[in-house]
Each structure stands twice: as C-alpha cells, then as structure tokens.
C-alpha cells in the first residue's frame, strides 16, 4: 500500500465500488478500504461468493449488483477489505487497523461510503440472546447460507421486513408470526406522494406483489399476520423464549427462539460526524443527514459523502451518486474537462432522478410513528451500559440537553458501541422532554478512535510524521 | 459434524461445501469455509458471545453487520474481535469474551 492516493474511499457498498471504479477509470489513483472480507457491503454481501441457491432466494435485486463487482474488479483499484478506519480528517488523512496493525494513508480527497444501519429502537427485552434485526438475519444468509429451524417471529414496519419474511418462506423457515408495527392511518398523508411514484409504476408494483404473495404464503401455511401491532416485548430467562405484543386491546403472545426487528434503516454517520461534516435533521425520517449536494460535496472541500450515507435511497441509487461523486472529484483534478464531465453525468443523473420517484411516497408510509421511542422507563436504551430510559429521561428534566452531556453524567454511550445503539434514542428522549426544537438539539459527537483499537497497536502504529520523543 | 442446540441451520448440506475446524470453548466443529465466525457460532450453539460491559447480562449478535459490538469474542487470544467481520479459518480458537474484570489466569 501506498502513503498516499488521489483518492480513498471507505465503503464497498455500491456507492463505494461505483465511485471507486469510475474514478479508476478516470486515472485516479484510488485506494477502497472495507471492514467486510468481500464487497458488496450489506445489500450485497458475499455475492462474488454467493451459491446459485442463495441468488435463486435473493432474488433479482441481489444478483443486479453482479455487474458492479465485475466492473469493480476489472478497474485499477487498490482494494483493502478487513480493515477497520478508526479516524478520518478533513485534511485526508485516514487511519486504520488491518491485520493487527494500525497505519496512516492520505488522500487528496476521501469519500465516505459508509452506507446506512437499521434504526435501533429500545423495547423491553431487545438485549436477549436470539433477538436480532432483519438485516442481520438477511447477512446471516447471505454470508453462511443459515436459516432458523426454531420459530421466529418478524416484527416492525417497511419493506425490509416483508423482504425477509419472503427470504424465510422460500427457506421453509418456521415462522411463528409477522408483526406490522406500522399504523394503520399512516398510507393517508402517503398518499399526496403517491403521482410521483406512479412514475416508476413498475417499481412499486414488485414491492406490493412481495408483500402480496408473502401475505398468500403466510395464510397457506397458517402464519398469522397482524397490523397496527404495539407494546413489542421479548421475554425469557437467559435467551428469547417468547415475544409479547398488542392488537388494540387483544394480546399477543408467540413461543419463538429468534426475533427478527426492523424499524427503517438510517445513514450510519459514525465517521462522518468524527471527521466533521455538517448535518441536518430531517423531520419525516426523524434522522440525522449529512448536508451533501447531489454531486458529493459536503461543507468540507476534501471530504465526500456518496450512497445511503447521505440519505437513505436503496442500492441503486446508490451507485448513482457514487458515479456522480467519482466524476466531480475527476473534474476537480483537472483529469476530465468541464465538457466531458456534463457529458458523462448527465445520464447518471437522469437514472439518479427517476430512482428517487418513489422515495417521498415509501418514507411517507414507513415514516417513524409517533410512538416509536414511548419507551418505559425501565427499557434498557444503552445496551452497552445498561442505561435505561427512565435514567436518561430524568437528566433530560434536570435539563441536561443533549447525548454529549448525559453521557458524562451517566455513561450513557460510552460503551463498546460508542453511541452507535443508542444515540437515535437518547436524541429523541432529548426531543420528547426538553422544549429545545429537534434540528437545534446537539448531535452526539464521536471521538476517534471510532473503532476500539488495542493500546499496544496505537503505541506501534505506523503513522508517520515527526517522532521526537 | 457435532452440532448442539443451535436455532440455525445451514441451507447447504455441509458435505458438499469445503469446510473448516474452528474450535469455540475448546470444542472443535465443522463449518462452511469463508463464513462468518458469528454464522459459525450461531449455527453451531444458542449461546451467548459475551456479557454486556456494565451489567453481567449474556449477549449475542444483534446487528451483524459490525454496529452493535454484541458479538465481541477472543481469537487466537486477541480479545474484542467482532465476530461478524471476521472470517473463519481453519484451526481458529475462539473464546467468548471474559468479563471485564475478569483476568485470566
């Protein structure tokens, strides 16, 4: 590896291996670093690996990201998979840990890649061995080819949930329950987005026909189906043995040994907000963005945000504005002219327009409800320190106002996933019992190392510079 | 292939994949290569990983996909790796976490 890039991009997710392709193919020097052992990030994991049989159940959607990694592998980008960015600086600089050393690269720009993360939502229970998210579920197969053979229950609200439970169909899967968490008036206010939509009529047809034949397969196999579902509650000793909801005023109860959650998937901002970029509260999605404009740029000149990290948008969006991202940084190095730039992004950014017709009609239906964080006060929220809801909720009536300040004062965060589980919690238990408007509220910040790094790996990194001592 | 009480199963038959020996707790089993050591661990036993870092309470995967840091285990004496971005290798060691605290000897 080199010292120094054109550029380094960190994510393998579709929008990093878009951007790092077309910028390779512009003559940049590129380095792409990754956590994962493959690219593909998390929509599409393990698919330069994946069987024939885990494409046949994955669908389409799956196998469309073959293309981009044949493209990827094809382009003169230095790939490091593995490795583990712990700290980026406006200035280029990443640092990072890789087969147990930790080293310095620079970059003359960096885009960050770094895709998005379900929403953690706190509910009693959501610590118990055998509770997990969809998506993680979803990379189990996609990794390992594993499939539950004990009962489990699906719970939560968007498309990702009838995704899996379709996923866990075709794998014969004994699922005990699917639990819509979504409220039932919700399609309403939806419904003004819905002229747009209809311009990828397509598109959203394959998504109601998914959850229409998840709904077919569910009463042929006697799954029971339930709407408007509330108060989510995983019970059991040592491990999950039972899930416990509400039906308006019916109680639900399901043995189970995995429950599958999902509520929305967010932009996973960690190093973002470490390396500084600016950010802004949407109010429908109730999550934090980063301010980025449709070509990448962000409030710093060196720093770039492409993919769901900006907004969460799907996969093929994604590759989009990793494209888009890839030609402005070419532009800016002087290696495409103006000219060929116009020529080349103007396609990307028609494709780019047309993905994002849906987008206001599904955030709209699957916006966060309203309830989403009434959490009780005995509700773990800081899975890490054990903080629970009511602890947070009464700093925040003293008038401790916002997650940096709690976290002082009860280490709410400061456990092993540095905010990561419990900062969309924290914020809007801020946002619920302070009067300051949610958009003023600080964020929570991340200090590097983002990333635990062992003590004896930062005393023998590699990171250059002057050592006087 | 011994396999305890797990709630996963691998789709594939395991005889028709190239597998590896990974070793959890001191108990060798056979798994798929180039998969997880969390899909390994969960498909080879319903318990936990490690305990959280303030309470003593059991933990396992949540996320896996790197966010949570519920999978953290010891390989090859190496302790706070995350399971789900690590790859199996053939003749691994894995540990669940020791509790803070909790020195080994």
Request: aromatic share 8%.
């Amino acid at each position: 590896m080199k010292t120094r890039y054109d550029a380094i991009v960190i994510g393998a997710g579709p929008a990093g291996l878009a951007c790092s392709a077309e910028m390779a193919a512009r003559g940049l020097e590129v380095a792409l670093l990754d956590e994962q052992a493959n690219p593909g990030g998390q929509i599409y994991r393990n698919i330069s690996k994946a069987s024939p049989k885990q494409h046949a159940i994955l669908g389409e959607d799956y196998s469309a990201g073959m293309e981009l990694i044949s493209v990827f592998k094809e382009a003169p980008v230095e790939y490091f998979p593995q490795t583990r960015v712990w700290q980026a600086e406006p200035n280029g600089d990443v640092f990072f840990s890789r087969n147990g050393g930790s080293t310095k690269v620079s970059g003359d720009y960096l885009v960050l890649s770094t895709g998005a993360m379900e929403r953690p939502v706190p509910f009693p229970g959501w610590t118990l061995p055998g509770v997990m998210t969809c998506g993680g579920m979803s990379n189990l197969f996609k990794d390992s080819s594993l499939s539950p053979i004990e009962p489990v229950v699906l719970a939560g609200s968007g498309p990702l949930l009838w995704l899996v439970a379709e996923h866990l169909f075709a794998l014969e899967a004994p699922v005990a329950a699917i639990l819509d968490t979504t409220p039932q008036t919700q399609i309403f206010p939806a419904f003004k987005h819905m002229p747009r939509a209809l311009r990828r009529f397509g598109f959203l047809l394959k998504g109601v026909k998914m959850i229409a034949e998840v709904q077919i397969t569910a009463l042929k196999r006697k799954v029971p189906i339930y709407r408007g579902v509330k108060d989510l509650c995983a019970e059991g000793r040592d491990r999950l043995e039972r899930v416990q909801a509400t039906r308006g005023k019916k109680e639900l109860s399901f043995e189970a040994t995995t429950l599958l959650v999902s509520e929305g998937i967010i932009p996973n901002t960690s190093l973002l907000r470490q390396v500084g970029c600016a950010h802004t509260w949407d109010p429908v999605q109730r999550f934090w963005h980063p301010d980025v404009t449709v070509d990448g740029r962000t409030n710093l000149p060196a720093v770039f945000v492409a993919g769901d990290g900006n907004f969460v948008h799907g996969a093929k969006a994604a590759e989009f504005k990793g494209r888009l991202t890839a030609l402005t940084i070419a532009l800016e190095m002087h290696r495409i002219s103006r000219t060929e730039y116009l020529e080349l992004s103007a396609p990307v950014r028609r494709q780019l327009d047309r993905e994002l017709f849906p987008r206001p009609f599904i955030d709209a239906m699957y916006a966060p409800r309203k309830d989403l964080y009434s959490l009780a006060d005995e509700t773990i929220v800081c899975r890490c320190e054990g903080v629970t809801a009511g602890r947070i909720r009464a700093l925040v009536e003293e008038g401790y106002a916002d997650h940096n300040e709690i976290k002082a004062m009860i280490r709410c965060g400061m456990g092993p996933c540095q905010g990561r589980m419990c900062s969309s919690a924290v914020f809007e238990l801020i946002a619920g019992h302070s009067n300051i408007p949610p958009r003023e509220i600080r964020q929570h910040r991340l200090r590097p190392p983002i990333k635990p790094v062992s003590l004896g790996e930062l005393a023998n990194a590699n990171i250059g510079g002057p050592d006087e001592s | 292939m011994s396999k305890e009480n797990s709630r996963f199963s691998w789709e594939n038959p395991l005889a028709t994949l190239d597998t590896v020996t990974v070793t959890f707790e001191g108990e060798p089993f056979e798994v798929p290569a180039g998969i997880s050591v969390a899909a390994a661990l969960l498909g080879h036993t319903d318990e936990h990983f490690c305990h959280s870092a303030a309470e003593d309470d059991e933990r396992a995967p949540y996320c896996l996909m790197g966010v949570c840091f519920e999978c953290l285990v010891e390989i090859d004496g190496v302790q706070n790796r995350q399971a789900c971005l690590e790859p199996v290798f053939d003749g691994m060691q894995v540990k669940r976490q020791r509790k803070v605290g909790d020195e080994e000897q």
